[in-house]
């Protein structure tokens, strides 16, 4: 097989199931030396490991709280000293909570909506930060937003939906900052896929689904595939870009 991400040390965020778990065991498929956090499903993490060590790949997890801003710099620190540097950060762990309360709700809890905040905005930036300062030259950032940071489209998304067009935002800057140094920082909107946490009520789910050009859910192959397309040396001339891997949701 082709592996051109031979030498190369990937970072991804929520490793241990859904997309992150796919873009894990695929850069490692291809060459990657890959790093991966998740919170606290220490069992699934461990057998993603197993499966990439089990295909002659390397792959370690670390437990790191992506809403503690303040670890992210010793994260990066140990994946360093773990692997001797770093090439790509896969910006991809997110939660989704409250999904389908308006903004106007008495019994939203805001404290979890603020929790979503520190875990999906704020956490990104400072790892965008952190890995930043000790990326390669030629190094990729990839971050992982949804169809819903471009548009709302109904009612009860507005927390999710600004986290997300947060670090759209966020990681074109880092395009427009890194760009010397031959580092590419991209975007890819996810689609609807099966997640035991993402999953909105049933009739928020089904209008979404409605509104695809698809009209079905994604495997989360075919969107980790997208993810390593940009991380790929293919993508060098390809920066401050989104990528609709949202079965048409925006077409
Ligand atoms: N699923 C969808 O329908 C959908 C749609 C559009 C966009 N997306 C985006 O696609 C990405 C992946 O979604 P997914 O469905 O694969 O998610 P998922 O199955 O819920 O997995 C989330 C991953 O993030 C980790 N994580 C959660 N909170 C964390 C924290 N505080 N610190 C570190 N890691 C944390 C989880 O670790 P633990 O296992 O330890 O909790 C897990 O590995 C997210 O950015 C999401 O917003 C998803």
Known sequence: ???PFTGKVAL?????????????????????DVAFTYHSSSELAET????????????????????????AAALVGEVVAEFGGL??????????VEQGRTVD??????????RMHATNYL????????????????????SISSGL????????????????????????????????????????QAGLMESPTMKPPPEVLEALVSSLSLKR???PDEIAAAIVFLASPAASYITGAKLDANGGYNA
């Open 48 to 71: 993603v490991v197993e499966e990439v060590h089990s295909k002659g790949g390397k792959a370690v997890a670390f437990r790191s709280d992506q809403a503690d801003t303040g670890r």
């Open 105 to 114: 709700d008495p019994d939203a809890d805001t404290a979890a909506q603020d």
């Open 149 to 188: 940071g471009t548009l709302v489209g109904l009612p009860g998304l507005a927390d999710y939906s600004a986290s997300k067009s947060g670090i759209e935002r966020y990681t074109a800057g880092a395009a427009r900052d890194l760009g010397p140094r031959g580092i590419t920082a991209n975007v890819v």
């Open 1 to 3: 097989m082709n592996k």
């Open 217 to 219: 859910i994604a495997d």
């Open 12 to 32: 991804v965020t929520g490793g241990s199931r859904g997309l992150g778990a796919a873009t894990v065991k695929m850069l490692a498929e291809q060459g990657a």
């Open 87 to 96: 090439d790509i950060l896969v910006n991809n762990a997110a939660i989704s």
């Open 123 to 142: 956490g990104v930036i400072a790892l965008i930060r952190a890995a930043s300062k000790v990326m390669r030259d030629n190094g990729r950032i990839v």
